[in-house]
């Protein structure tokens, strides 16, 4: 299978991301750019945050060039490790452009969310290799595979999740740096989520922590909330409670009943989970407990 994205042109394939997580203490932005202007790397953009400039942690996003590097990928890695993250004992990570993250998207029979993320990355706006899409029904076959990405239908009957668990796990192994979940409406086991640790995204169709778990329209209706929302968030064993990436509500009334409420939730839900998507495969996320540094 090909993919629409390609990162052909200079500055993309070029483009490295680094991502730090530390102490917050004095010098780390300047000994971070000496190091790389040393090796030749061109720095393109810097987004910082700290939590508290006395004893705060310290959060940092940093893009830059690598062809006139002095060094090839391995060697400066080993070398930043070095000279740079084990004294101020970061926790960091060095990713690349031009090496594409795989996405693997599980979804029940709602399709709007797949939908988006689909269109999306046919028009290349999403840096990514759709593997295949894994459904526990076949509805959306045919419109995945009009797109040529790999449909896989894995029923989940009563008292079988295990077995489909370690099928979808199967069709994953190798094939998935991340695992998005498209209102795919079955709970995943805690060795499923361990397997993919920070790797898995959902979107909630409510603005958590509100409405937690199923049916959640019809609890707002319920509550008669006057706000709606979609929450993206990384999913942990605890339902509905990981780290979140992004959300958006939109104001409603009296007047919408719980079908209105999904209708009107629907747009909600695929623009919040593309972004959150987006985010993490441009390496904008990092993940501080429970709660996400995102640089956007």
């Known amino acids: 299978m090909t993919t629409p994205f390609a990162p052909t042109t200079f500055e993309t394939a070029s483009t490295a991301r680094l991502l730090v997580k530390c102490s917050d203490q004095p010098g780390i932005v300047s000994t971070i750019s000496t190091f790389f202007y040393n090796h030749g790397a061109n720095i393109t953009a810097l987004d910082q945050h700290s939590t508290d400039p006395t004893g705060g942690t ?3 996003r ?55 993320l ?6 290349q706006e999403l840096a990514t290799e759709i593997t295949m899409v894994i459904s526990n029904h076949g509805d959306t076959r045919a419109a995945v595979e009009a797109f040529g990405i790999p449909f896989h239908h894995v029923p989940v009957a ?38 993919y640790d920070q790797r898995i995204i959902n979107i909630h169709h409510s603005f ?22 979609a929450t993206a968030h990384y999913v942990t064993e605890t339902l509905d409670a990981g780290p979140i990436i992004e959300q958006d509500v939109i104001r409603v009334t009296h007047r919408q009943s719980v079908r209105d409420l999904k209708e009107l939730g629907a747009s909600i839900e695929r623009q919040v989970l593309a972004r959150a998507v987006r985010w993490h495969l441009e ?12 640089f956007v």
Do not use: C
């Open 58 to 60: 310290f959060f940092l």
């Open 62 to 116: 940093l893009e830059f060039q690598l062809p006139h590097a002095d060094l090839p990928q391995s060697v400066l890695e080993r070398s930043f490790e070095r000279a740079v993250a084990s004294r101020y004992d970061m926790d960091w990570r060095i990713s690349y452009a031009a090496e594409l993250k795989k996405t693997a998207i599980l979804v029940s029979r709602d399709d709007h969310a797949l939908m988006e």
């Open 118 to 123: 689909l269109w999306r990355w046919s028009r």
């Open 158 to 195: 009563k008292g079988e999740k295990p077995h489909a668990e370690a099928k979808m796990l199967e069709l994953l192994e190798g094939e998935a740096d991340l695992v998005v979940l498209a209102r795919y409406m079955q709970i995943l086991s805690q060795d499923f989520v361990a397997r």
């Open 208 to 229: 958590l922590p509100a409405f937690v778990g199923a049916s959640p329209y019809t609890q707002a209706d319920e509550r008669g909330v006057k706000l709606i929302g």
């Open 283 to 294: 390496d904008r996320v990092i993940i501080d407990q429970n709660k996400t540094v995102v």
